[in-house]
């Protein structure tokens, strides 16, 4: 293979990897910000940050990237306490609202409206 076609396929991997990790984030944004309405918090700073990411399987024993989104809520409007969103591909495995696990209500947010 020519160094071209490799160096072409690099930059199409990273580029996808980069695509889908914007499309995920949003989600994660959007999943965030649901659990704190649900749960009357303010979500703070309207964002998310990328903390760890790995490989997972999902249910069909797919292997998928796994990532946990950090950010922060405040129940009181003058302190910051973490929230993690945990996604698996482009689904929520679940919400943590400092520490306190919502596998159910928060985890029904999926995809975003197209």
């Known amino acids: 293979m020519s160094g071209e076609i490799i160096l072409l396929l690099v930059f199409g991997g990273v ?8 499309n995920t984030r949003e989600q994660a ?6 659990a704190c309405n649900d749960g009357k918090l303010q979500f703070l700073d ?7 990411i790995r490989f997972g399987r999902n249910s069909n024993g797919q292997l998928l990237l ?3 989104y950090r950010f922060e809520f405040s129940d ?6 973490p929230g ?13 609202l400092d520490g306190e696990w919502q596998p ?7 995809r975003l409206p197209d």
């Open 66 to 68: 796994l990532r946990d």
């Open 15 to 22: 580029g996808w990897y980069w695509y889908a990790g914007l």
């Open 46 to 52: 309207d964002s998310v940050a990328l903390s760890r």
């Open 104 to 110: 159910g209500k928060s985890a029904s947010v999926t």
């Open 84 to 96: 993690v969103v945990r996604m698996l591909g482009d689904r929520v495995e679940w919400v943590s």
């Open 29 to 34: 944004v959007a999943v965030g910000r649901r």
């Open 76 to 81: 009181t409007g003058n302190n910051r306490r």
